[in-house]
């Protein structure tokens, strides 16, 4: 109900995954009356519950406000349907502030999680065409111990929403000489390369944030100040491309032609770089799994989240990932604390 | 002597820059019999005086080292000819690390300045073309003051460098409600709010990633762990797009045909975000100008470099930054610190 688009878009979302996922089921949460004929509209009846909910977060609600009186909001219901075990994953499209709030309230953490974060996937150079990166945003402070559980908690999501086998971990750094970057970074260096065997990852060591769309590294650790300005900065440098491509395009008849017939080119360029079918952050360290799409998701935005969440589900993801948790080997961070 | 591509390219873009600026003399620094066949070659004798170094910081060189060990490099040499008043800007395309501790213990920092910064130059929605970013790696931490002092800084800086009367400045932060971000950003919000009127600046307040490239903000300041991810992250993010676009025109003959025809349009794009015409980070907050070049700038990045350090020198601009930042407003410090 909270998203840029409303619900129409996100119905269309469904409309395109239910007919690929013929084993899939959907609980929409939101006002009855008015997704009832969207639904319906789409022949989706069959394959659709609506979880009637009268209120809506809108995107300028403060995330203390939500957690206080959002008990009526279309996202705390989709949020409660999985800690109730009738959903297994949520998707939303809505205030990121305050749905991670809802989320950490109501699904808590999990046993051994002191941060939750959360993961975008990031265009890369990699086989697979992307990194993932965490925290972008849950919280603005990680100490050793956190950025340790990110590493654990990206490895296993790597492996379960990328499928790959023994993902490369990075942590993010201003240089890769020992002499640079904060106390807390070299700490978290040796705590995460003490981890990389038990946990199944290799280690790549420091890297930089040229290195984030590179195919040196698979999952980057980092805090969720210097992830999100990243993850902003990086999609505001694109965007900014974008424009000035079609400006470059429109400049002139002979550019113009040229646009037309690069047109298969450009889209292939598009489609490698759309945000679209990167979308789907995820919330991970809680007890459930909540993908978070872009707020200004069209239909294919909201059929890659939950592409996202269905593989997500499949592989029975949150019980690996608090299993690769409880497991992390011990570590005097008592000796490292300042 | 110590850039990626060795002396040759620096003498290149000398003259380039002296035919351009009939008024500017040079002072090259490094071996004398590898650079006088170098400036014989190019008939700039009369344009440059050699200053004979022996020695060389190389990419790989500690900063520590080098400031305990690179008396006789040329590096060092080039700061001491600022020092001494026989330059009026270094130009380098070294070490950044070295070059900025070289500085460091010769030049002393500005009275008034806790941590010098470098500011770089960014590709943005502005009618200029760019806007400033600072810190981009000098230091890895800055508290509420040096936030301001960066403030001032690039408020000069944009005045100066890039002639413009009234620069809008911005706080980088994750988000632009309220609650959000590091305490320590919200006292420099008020800090900087508070010396807007006398320091002739524009607040816009909180800005985030995704403005960086933008049209709000004509100055962006932040710490230099933040800044430097930020850079790299926009430099790797418009590099990688740079090869995928590349990739896709190559596809086809139909899309190599457009790639010819849209030749054009593609230089034009290449030339608004080519790093070289930006090319020239700066140190602010010392007794004098420095002007950090990339290291692998050929001939037309050198050039830029140079033409920067004209354009800072003909308008006194440390003079002026000095005489911005001891006018700084008082502010109750210790009532806000932690």
Known sequence: MGSDNGPAVVV??????????????FILHGRASELEPLVAKRKLGHRVTIADAQDVVSMDDKPSHVMRNGKDTSMWSAIESVRQNDAQVAVSCGNTGALMAISMIRLRKLEGVNRPAIACLWPSRNPSGFNVMLDVGADIRADQDDLLQYALMG???????????????????????????????????????????????????????????????????????TGNVALKTGEGTAALIRDLLREAFNHSILSKLAAVLALGSLKRLQKRIDPRRVNGGIFLGLNGTVVKSHGSADATGVSAAIKLAVTLAEGNFNERLAARVASAEGHPVQEHAP
Chains 1, 2 share one sequence.
């Not at 995954?17 to 899939?24: G, L, M, Q």
């Not at 807390?184 to 990389?196: S, Y």
């Open 155 to 225: 490895a296993s999501y790597a492996r379960n929403g990328l499928g790959l086998t023994r993902p490369r971990i990075g942590l993010l750094n201003v240089g890769t000489e020992e002499h640079k970057g904060r106390a807390e970074l070299k700490v978290a260096h040796d705590l995460i390369e003490k981890n990389a065997r038990s946990a199944e990852f290799d280690f790549v060591g420091f890297v930089e944030g040229g290195d984030i769309p590179s195919d040196r590294v698979d999952v980057i650790v980092t805090d969720g100040f």
């Open 12 to 25: 269309d979302g469904i409309a395109k995954s239910a007919a690929i996922n013929p084993d899939v089921s």
